[in-house]
């Protein structure tokens, strides 16, 4: 069982930043990769960006060269630095951990993105 909580969401102006973060309960040396997904009402949640336990990272188009996300082995932590949000971007944000072919997920973070 790996429990997952996030934090870091908030009100933010288009064209801010924000970095959400991610505490694993579990050694994430151990978990074969974490992610970040979002969603809003309405739509399926989608993936967001993801890391490997090997470090190879991969993101959604929409938010190539804006979104970076990165871990910390010695703190159990994920992060997601977001940049030069956008509207669109306004979502709750959930980690997620793939531990032994099963999917973990943190309670979720809103993001507002509003002027």
């Known amino acids: 069982q790996v429990q997952l909580v996030e934090s870091g969401g908030g009100l933010v102006q288009p064209g801010g930043s924000l970095r959400l973060s991610c505490a694993a309960s579990?050694?994430?040396?151990?978990?074969?990769?974490m992610a970040w997904y979002r969603q809003v009402p309405g739509k399926q949640r989608e993936l967001v960006a993801i890391?490997?336990?090997?470090?190879?990272?991969s993101y959604a188009d929409s938010v190539k060269g804006r979104f970076t996300i990165s871990r910390d082995n010695a703190k159990n932590m994920v992060y997601l630095q977001m940049n030069s949000l956008k509207p669109e971007d306004m979502a709750v944000y959930y980690c997620?951990?793939?531990?032994?072919?099963?999917?973990?997920w943190g309670q979720g973070t809103q993001v507002t993105v509003s002027s």
């Open positions: 997620n951990a793939v531990y032994r072919a099963l999917h973990y």
């Open positions: 579990e050694s994430i040396f151990s978990i074969d990769s």
């Open positions: 890391i490997t336990s090997g470090g190879t990272m």
